[in-house]
């Protein structure tokens, strides 16, 4: 004897929405407001190999308390070779304001 036959099995329909729901981001001015950039002095490393010691050196020497977030060196391609930059420390206002008044050096 075989069994009865099944009903076949459907999706209930889906239910509208009753409402139009619309998503709205809720964050913090600190999250939201623009980075702010600090000057800082940096040097080119001519020797690749010097740049660890350099490093080290340069964080006992001159430590970059309000920087610890940052990686100190920066590493990037221009016209196919390797430029390599430090940073030493980060420059004040007084420093920023003098070297505004500075006039370019010539080759005179």
Do not use: C, F, Y
Not at 27 to 53: F, H, M, Q, Y
Not at 97 to 103: C, P, V
């Amino acid at each position: 004897m075989l069994p009865p036959p099944q009903p076949e099995l459907s999706e209930p329909p889906a239910k509208k929405l009753k409402k139009n729901w619309t998503l709205e981001a809720v964050l913090g001015e600190d999250v939201t407001k623009p980075v702010p950039l600090i000057p800082v002095l940096t040097a080119t490393v001519k020797d690749k190999r010097a740049t660890s010691n350099l490093v080290k050196k340069l964080s006992n020497v001159l430590p970059l308390p309000n920087l610890q977030h940052l990686k100190r060196v920066n590493s990037s391609q221009h016209d196919g070779q390797t430029r390599i930059l430090i940073i030493l420390w980060e420059l004040s206002q007084a420093s920023l304001d003098i070297i505004k008044t500075m006039s370019p050096l010539s080759a005179d």
